[in-house]
């Protein structure tokens, strides 16, 4: 009765519909393929580079605990920690930066970005050195520290690369702690894409 109906009707529901083909012709969705699958933005596939390349060599540098990587309205930011790169007070660059600079500027190089701009911060305790008199000359040379290398060691084009000291005026943190002094001693590699 009712029951052998609805049997037959879902067990047709089931069945693959099978029609002879009308043309042998090959329908070529062409350009609209691409449509179909979606698109990342390019600040998104340049962060997800950054990572895979810091993650693939971190096993022997340990990078990632020092390395922050951020969308902004202006393009990627790249927030590298103080500790990693200078010694306290210094502007030359330790050796535990080089890895560090290389594989960053393997994916700039391969990216070809019209500009990346190298911001230099401190915290706010005061610098008074013969070579430093102020945190503004500090800030100012361990960005160029780190542009001369980008550029004169990793080949990264001199021209698409600007060095900019904050001093302690840009913080991210609080001034008044060990951990928020720390977090405002940093390198900011800024690379432009929204301008």
């Not at 037959?8 to 609209?32: C, N, R, W, Y």
């Not at 997800?48 to 096993?59: A, F, M, P, T, Y």
């Not at 500790?83 to 393997?106: I, N």
Request: aromatic content about 6%; proline content about 6%.
């Amino acid at each position: 009765g009712k029951f052998r109906v609805v049997s037959e009707s879902i067990q047709a529901a089931l069945k693959p519909v099978v029609s002879t083909p009308v043309s042998d012709k090959v329908f070529d969705m062409g350009a609209h393929k691409s449509s179909l699958v979606p698109v990342l933005p390019q600040k998104t596939i340049l962060v997800r580079k950054i990572q895979e390349v810091l993650s693939s060599r971190s096993r022997d540098f340990h990078f990632i605990e020092h390395v922050a990587i951020a969308e902004t309205d202006q393009g990627v930011l790249i927030t590298i920690a103080d500790s990693m790169m200078f010694e306290s007070g210094q502007a030359e660059l330790r050796p535990e930066a080089l890895p560090l600079l290389q594989a960053l500027a393997d994916v700039l190089i391969d990216q070809a970005p019209k500009e990346v701009r190298v911001q230099g911060h401190t915290d706010n305790v005061p610098m008074q050195t013969p070579q430093f008199p102020s945190n503004w000359e500090l800030s100012t040379a361990r960005a160029a520290s780190v542009v001369r290398a980008l550029s004169e060691v990793y080949a990264v084009p001199a021209g698409c690369l600007s060095a900019t000291g904050y001093a302690e005026f840009k913080p991210l943190s609080d001034n008044t702690t060990l951990d928020g002094r720390a977090k405002n001693r940093r390198v900011e590699l800024l690379v432009v894409m929204n301008e």
